[in-house]
Every structure is written in structure tokens, then in C-alpha cells.
């Protein structure tokens, strides 16, 4: 059994910063790409940013610049720095990975529970 925990998420006020965290743990051999995604009401999820175990990170355009995907290998754990936040950024932001829980096993995408992120004065 896998499970993503995301925590860090909350209130902030626009121009603010905040940092969210994931943690897979688990029946876990290997780890490949790790990212994090939103999804606000009435709309699709979408991707935030991606960072591969061993490639360059991928961004949407609308938080270039502002946001940061990190991860450390050894806590099996995917970090999210959010700044200069928007009302737009608002979403409950979804982390996901994509793992090997044994070495016979194929890879499986995980998802975590999700997090609020509200960006408002």
C-alpha cells in the first residue's frame, strides 16, 4: 500500500508565500516522477509542475517564475515553494507520483488527498 500525505497548504494573502509538502511512503522500491497539480471549482485539474527523478522540471505557464518543485530522494518527498501568489492560484493542489511498489510490479500513479490553498485579502 502507497500513500502520498500533503500537507502546508492554508490562507494567504495575495503576494504571499507558501510551501507545500508530500511524502510517499509505503511499499515503496522505486520513485520515477513526482509532481503536484490543482484543480479549482469548475475546473479541470491541471498540472502545476513536474520534476522527473532524473530529468529537468516542467512548469505551466501561469507559475513560471514564481513557483518552485523540489525533492529530496531520501525522504521520498516532493516540495512545492509557492511566492507572489494569486486569487488565481486558489485550488486544492493534488500531489502525484509515479512508483514501483515492488520490482516485479509495474509503475503506478499515485495521488494524494489533496490540499486547500486559498489566496485572498
Known amino acids: 500500500q502507497v500513500q502520498l500525505v500533503e500537507s502546508g497548504g492554508g490562507l494567504v494573502q495575495p503576494g504571499g508565500s507558501l510551501t507545500l509538502s508530500c511524502a510517499a511512503s509505503g511499499s515503496i522500491f522505486s520513485i520515477y516522477a513526482m509532481g503536484w497539480y490543482r484543480q479549482a471549482p469548475g475546473k479541470q485539474r491541471e498540472l502545476v509542475a513536474s520534476?522527473?527523478?532524473?530529468?529537468?522540471?516542467n512548469y505551466a505557464d501561469s507559475v513560471k517564475g514564481r513557483f518552485t518543485i523540489s525533492r529530496d530522494n531520501a525522504k521520498n518527498t516532493v516540495y512545492l515553494q509557492m511566492s507572489s501568489l494569486k486569487p488565481d492560484d486558489s485550488a486544492i493542489y493534488y500531489c502525484n507520483a509515479n512508483i514501483k511498489p515492488y520490482p516485479n510490479w509495474t509503475v503506478r500513479s499515485y495521488w494524494g488527498q489533496g490540499t486547500q490553498v486559498t489566496v485572498s485579502s
Open positions: 520534476l522527473p527523478s532524473g530529468g529537468n522540471t
